[in-house]
């Protein structure tokens, strides 16, 4: 898969999880983000993630729903809640988290496409 999600036609939702690492158990918060990837592939009105982190441990992971319901259950799935405490007590300096209504969406592929009929 690449980086960039194929979500469907707007509106969905946004959450972005913006953050910084402490540095602290690393391998320990590698693991427990592929579990956490796994698990929200599972939950239902999951779209999808794009996830990057810099050399100065900054990271952004946006993640794709349905609608705020979706979002809501996986706020409180109790993996990732146990998840998000470990992320408060161990592995984060700072975190900041935004939920959004997507209302437009449009892509270098929709570009293209469009170019090529004119």
């Known amino acids: 898969?690449?980086?960039?999600?194929?979500?469907?036609?707007?509106?969905?939702?946004?959450?972005?999880?913006?953050?910084?690492?402490?540095?602290?158990d690393v391998e320990k918060y590698q693991q427990l983000g592929?579990?956490?990837f796994k698990l929200a592939e599972t939950?239902?009105?999951?779209?999808?993630?794009?996830?990057?982190?810099?050399?100065?441990?900054?990271?952004i992971t946006l993640s794709y729903w349905t609608d705020r319901i979706?979002?809501?259950?996986?706020?409180?799935?109790?993996?990732?809640?146990q998840a998000q405490q470990l992320g408060k007590d161990v592995f984060?300096?700072?975190y900041s988290v935004r939920v959004a209504k997507v209302e437009k969406s449009y892509t270098l592929e929709d570009y293209i496409k469009t170019k090529a009929t004119k």
């Open 34 to 36: 592929i579990e956490m």
């Open 92 to 94: 984060y300096n700072a």
């Open 43 to 59: 939950m239902p009105g999951y779209l999808g993630e794009e996830s990057v982190r810099n050399a100065e441990n900054q990271g």
């Open 70 to 81: 979706s979002i809501l259950n996986w706020k409180k799935q109790s993996d990732h809640l």
């Open 1 to 24: 898969m690449g980086i960039i999600v194929k979500t469907p036609e707007p509106p969905y939702y946004v959450v972005t999880f913006t953050n910084e690492l402490s540095g602290k």
